[in-house]
């Protein structure tokens, strides 16, 4: 059994900055990957971006320039460092924790960008 809890989330001005965490605990061996995702309420929940354990990210183009995402592997922690926050960037962040042959999601934290 994996938990995943994200952390983190809060109000932000447009232009803003938020980090968020999420750190995974429980019976894990090895992590593939960890990655950020984001929903807005109706909508169908976006990939934000992914480091794997080998370090190598990946982001979606909207926020590229904007987050960076990281890790500390030996913590099973992962973060997003959100900066220049915009309005659109307003969703529940959810944490997903990719192991071997399991996927497992935090519950998500609320990011809300507005002036």
């Known amino acids: 059994q994996v938990q995943v809890e994200e952390s983190g989330g809060g109000l932000v001005q447009p232009g803003g900055s938020l980090r968020l965490s999420c750190a995974a605990s429980?019976?894990?061996?090895?992590?593939?990957?960890m990655a950020w995702y984001r929903q807005v309420p109706g909508k169908q929940r976006e990939s934000v971006a992914a480091?794997?354990?080998?370090?190598?990210?990946s982001y979606v183009d909207s926020v590229k320039g904007r987050f960076t995402i990281s890790s500390d592997n030996a913590k099973n922690t992962v973060y997003l460092q959100m900066n220049s926050l915009k309005p659109e960037d307003t969703a529940v962040y959810f944490c997903n924790v990719r192991l071997p042959y399991y996927n497992y999601w935090g519950q998500g934290t609320q990011v809300t960008v507005s002036s």
């Open positions: 429980g019976r894990i061996f090895s992590i593939n990957s």
């Open positions: 480091i794997t354990s080998g370090g190598t990210t």
